[in-house]
């Protein structure tokens, strides 16, 4: 960032990602990160709340604002998740695999499971 001493990183794969900043250039010292989640449907409705679902069978919970969908185009609306993970969080993250997320009442399978985490290695080592 040209403006201010910090370093930015952005990457996703499907339709979760991770956002994060950082003082050092190697992410040593991270100072914010976010876990996102875009989903599209043809049904607008407020939205909120965030659970991933493991390939051994546990689940992660993870807390957003509300929201109401923004229109896409073509009938769809726009719902945009940001969550604030912990360092615990994250640490799962890179260990298991993401099947499938329901993010309020829209409940889709997940076929990035392996990327993202490979994703979420390549960050944090």
């Known amino acids: ?6 370093y930015k990183y952005n990457a996703e ?34 939205a909120s ?5 493991f390939s051994d069978g ?15 185009g073509k009938g769809l609306w726009r719902y945009y998740a940001l969550a604030t993970l912990n360092p615990e969080q994250w640490l799962e993250l890179s260990n298991k695999t993401i099947v499938s997320y329901k993010f309020d009442i829209f409940e889709r399978k997940y076929k990035n499971g392996i990327q993202f985490k490979a ?4 960050f944090y080592e």
């Open 1 to 6: 960032d040209k403006f201010e001493s910090k």
């Open 13 to 46: 794969t499907g339709n979760i990602g991770i956002y994060a900043e950082s003082t050092a250039n190697d992410f040593t010292d991270i100072t914010f990160q976010l876990f996102t989640l875009t989903v599209y449907d043809s049904y607008l409705t407020y």
């Open 49 to 53: 709340g965030i659970i991933l679902l």
């Open 58 to 72: 546990t689940t992660m919970n993870l807390s957003t604002k509300e929201q109401l969908g923004e229109n896409a």
């Open 119 to 122: 994703l979420v290695n390549n």
